[in-house]
């Protein structure tokens, strides 16, 4: 496996120019390879945590909030694909599903190790499914491990299931919680300069309509972080699991529904208008 260790997280703006060169080159890979990157001794910004807990909803407390470390580990994951022999178009990825398992909670004085590897291909009815798996330790004790699905749409052998019934959607109970967001245009360069996510696809509506899209559509890991604000104070121990939908427009409003149920918490979020699902998901106390 050819580790690599790094004194503090990548550069995100040079890795973002090779994935713009890696557009241009053939790529004869067709499996995942046993790579990881590691971070030995992370120290956390108490600005930049700052600066993200307010644009996703947080408040500043002592301990980390769920995708903090999600946000360092994804150019880790950039790195990774940029870097090794990646078998897929890296602009082509689309992140449909993210779950966060924490084992204890971490403090923002911790000094953290924080790994991101390559985990495995599955088919797909639309291409190829992948993941990344990302693990940190606090004195060599795994305190947090995140899962990113990614699709990578191309042909498949698989067949879709059309007998599959629809996921059940949440009917409103009292005690529910109902949350409206107004997202501002700029949210995307707004949050891409916190996460270092700077995909043109949420930066700008040109530079999302190069690539297929109207508008810009809010990143992913920001709907999942407002969401989960929203739920109020989190376990110490607990396993989250989001599934992405629909993309979201920018500007645009959405509508968050949560409904807790003894250890489980189930939340949507669905478009103000419409309805129409942009993520579903659950926090499962441990």
């Known amino acids: 496996m050819p580790n690599r260790t790094f004194e503090s997280i990548p550069n995100p703006i040079g890795l973002f120019a090779k994935v713009a060169l890696s557009t241009i080159k053939k790529n004869p890979y067709k499996t995942l390879p046993e790579a990881e990157y590691t971070v030995t001794k992370l120290k956390i910004d108490r600005e930049h945590l700052n600066a993200y807990n307010k644009i996703c909803g947080y408040p500043n407390l ?87 699905y990614y699709l990578a749409r191309g042909k498949s052998d698989v067949v879709a299931d059309k007998t599959k019934p629809k996921e059940a959607r949440l009917t409103q109970k009292a005690g529910d919680i109902n949350v409206d967001f107004d997202l501002p245009e700029d ?62 427009f920018l500007p645009g409003k959405v509508h968050l529904h949560a409904q807790k149920k003894a250890k489980v918490t189930t939340f949507e979020l669905t478009d103000a208008k419409d309805g129409k699902p942009h993520l579903v998901g659950t926090l499962s106390a441990r």
């Open 187 to 248: 949210l995307g360069r707004r949050y891409a300069k916190v996460s270092g996510d700077f995909n043109f696809i949420h930066i700008h509506k040109f530079t999302a309509q190069a690539f297929g899209f109207k508008r810009a559509i809010a990143h992913g890991m920001w709907t999942k972080a407002r969401s989960v604000a929203a739920l109020g104070e989190l376990p110490p121990a607990y396993f989250l699991d989001v599934q992405f939908k629909l993309p979201v």
């Open 62 to 148: 002592d301990t980390l909030p769920p995708l903090y470390l999600g946000i360092r580990a994804m150019t880790l994951q950039l790195a990774l694909m940029v870097n090794e022999a990646f078998p897929f178009p890296i602009l082509g990825i689309v992140h449909i599903r993210n779950t966060v398992e924490q084992f204890k909670p971490v403090n923002v004085n911790d000094t953290i190790q924080l790994s991101t590897r390559f985990g495995e291909i599955t088919p797909h009815e639309k291409g190829k499914l992948f993941t990344f798996i990302s693990t940190a330790k606090v004195n060599n004790e795994v305190v947090w491990e995140s899962v990113a």
